[in-house]
């Protein structure tokens, strides 16, 4: 909200109302929250669908998928799959589809303190951040660096501040960390000690699974306690398209699923490159992976919380350069979203990152663009949908912060119109013309469902030239820097007691100052 209306006699009511509309609403009346229903927005038709279920299944039945682990092997031919001789596994028809038909139609992302624990069903949409970039964007000086863990730790504690970030899934890596394991284990602490909100995170190497759920048993306070409110997940990609598994990342989701860790089952193919280049190829090859993958995950441990994570990507076929800003890329996503659908399983696809190099109007277009029309179709986890930038190299906390604003009118979008007799205010419009004052301004209708019925920017600038020029003319990514420092500036609400913290640092060479 920006009114910045100059003092006048009635500024001590416009100044109570600002103070009324600042103030944290109920969840009930929030004009917008996590979860809100999409779907409306539909690319695709049911023949479509039809034909793409039935394109992966064949390519399940009869390309199949190489590379599986030794133990993967021995999972998936006891579930059925056959092995050829070409080293390749097979998935019959029948098996994939008493897959689908068993398989999880809701799943529960929890939180670490109960409050934002997200359900994962039908057209619930939910935005946040993912990704591995390996640079920070500096948006003051328009540079980019390496990323730290203390990025991280402060990327989590500004998105557990932003009301329409939902989830933190790891934006970027710790390049300041050489070690993978210490890298692994400290991503987790970063993270854990900086929201509250469900967290995803990767692992390098199945040996570091162990050591990380001690720790997550230690934060959770005991194994028992984890395994019934588990707070991170496992975000996998477990494919390496095309239709190949990554035999190090596949032994790893079997240790996660064990330990009892939700697993985003990743397939990210670029258009063109590993995957076809037409949008309804590359979701076939997704969808096919990721059916495989669900096999995989039922084979292991069946009912095992996991989300269909079909994540194709676009190219600029001029270049060979990722486009993830693209109007290709946002139909990819909404189009996997109802492949989502049309299985009813929990899914989650890439929307709202940018091709730019800094938070400016090229960032804005692609970033809604995508957004919108992934909420639009009712994807459940909008992954990378805040701060990411240079497909997928680098990450800004000024872009994250904007972002927030961004999403916000993107789930405003996603919640539709509501006709009822209410809404439709021929009430009102009696009692404005008939002897009122001509004008809707003010009355008890229009301040009742001023905070239910719109949402209100944080930082985006609704003033007029006159009051932007009285005010010194400022600069929306200043505005952001300000709202960073504010949040970096305060104690993470998420912080280890320090007993914890103290054991923890004892256990795990913690690379965080204390």
């Known amino acids: 909200m920006n009114d910045h209306s100059r ?3 009635r500024s001590g009511g416009r100044a109570a109302r600002r103070a009324a509309r600042a103030a944290a609403l109920p969840e009930h009346l929030r004009p917008v929250r996590p979860g809100l229903e999409g779907g409306t927005y539909e690319p695709l038709g049911q023949q479509d669908m039809e034909r793409i279920h039935a394109a992966a299944l064949d390519a399940l039945e009869t390309i199949g998928l190489a590379d599986a682990p030794p133990s993967g092997i021995d999972y998936l031919v006891s579930a059925g799959c056959a092995l050829g001789d070409d080293g390749r596994i097979r998935f019959p028809r029948a098996l994939v589809e008493d897959t689908i038909a068993r398989a999880n139609r809701s799943v529960t992302l929890y939180s670490r303190d109960g409050k934002t624990d997200l359900e994962l069903s039908g057209n619930r949409v939910h935005y946040g951040t993912a990704g591995a970039a390996v640079s920070m964007v500096d948006a003051q000086g328009r540079n980019y660096r390496d990323s730290t863990v203390q990025d991280l730790h402060d990327a989590a504690r500004i998105c557990e501040q932003l009301d329409n970030i939902h989830f933190v899934q790891r934006p970027m890596v710790c390049r300041d960390i050489a070690d993978n394991r210490e890298m692994d284990l400290n991503t987790i602490y970063a993270c854990c000690s900086g929201t509250y909100k469900h967290i995803g995170t990767s692992f390098t190497d199945p040996s570091y699974v162990a050591p990380a759920m001690e720790m997550l048993h230690m934060i959770a306070g005991g194994e028992d306690k984890w395994r019934e409110r588990p707070f991170v997940s496992n975000s996998n990609c477990f494919v390496v398209p095309p239709m190949k598994f990554a035999t190090e990342s596949c032994q790893v989701m079997e240790e996660c699923i064990k330990a009892g860790m939700p697993v985003l089952l990743l397939s990210a193919g670029m ?3 590993t995957a076809p280049s037409t949008i309804a190829g590359a979701i076939v090859q997704a969808t096919a992976e990721c059916l495989a993958g669900l096999v995989y995950v039922n084979a292991v441990s069946p009912g095992a919380p996991a989300v269909i994570g079909t994540w194709p990507f676009g190219l600029d076929l001029r270049t060979g350069a990722m486009s ?9 996503s909404a189009g996997c979203a109802q492949m989502h659908k049309f ?7 890439a929307a709202g990152a940018s091709d730019a190099k800094l938070p400016d109007m090229q960032a804005g277009w692609e970033q809604m663009c995508s957004n919108i029309m992934a909420g639009l179709s009712g994807l459940n986890m909008v992954y990378e949908a805040a701060g990411m930038h240079a497909s997928l190299l680098g990450f800004c906390f000024e872009s994250l912060i904007l972002g927030d604003d961004l999403i916000g009118q993107a789930l405003r979008c996603v919640r539709g119109i509501e006709v009822n007799d209410d809404t439709l205010a021929v009430d009102q419009i009696a009692e404005v013309c008939l002897g009122g004052p001509g004008h809707y301004l003010g009355t008890d209708a229009t301040l009742g469902r001023m905070q239910a019925d719109y949402v209100y920017p944080t930082l985006g600038d609704r003033t007029s030239p006159k009051e932007w020029a009285e005010l010194g ?7 952001a820097t300000a709202r960073k420092e504010e949040i970096l500036g305060q104690p993470s609400p998420a912080r280890f007691d320090p007993a914890l913290d103290a054991r923890i640092r004892s256990r795990f060479n913690i690379h965080l100052p204390a």
Do not use: C, F, H, N
């Not at 993830?324 to 990819?332: F, I, K, T, W």
């Not at 003319?473 to 505005?479: E, F, G, S």
């Open 343 to 349: 299985y009813d399983m929990p899914g989650g696809a």
């Open 473 to 479: 003319k400022p600069d929306l990514i200043a505005r």
């Open 324 to 332: 993830v800003g693209s109007g290709e890329q946002a139909l990819l």
């Open 271 to 273: 258009a063109g490159a």
């Open 7 to 9: 003092s006048t006699p």
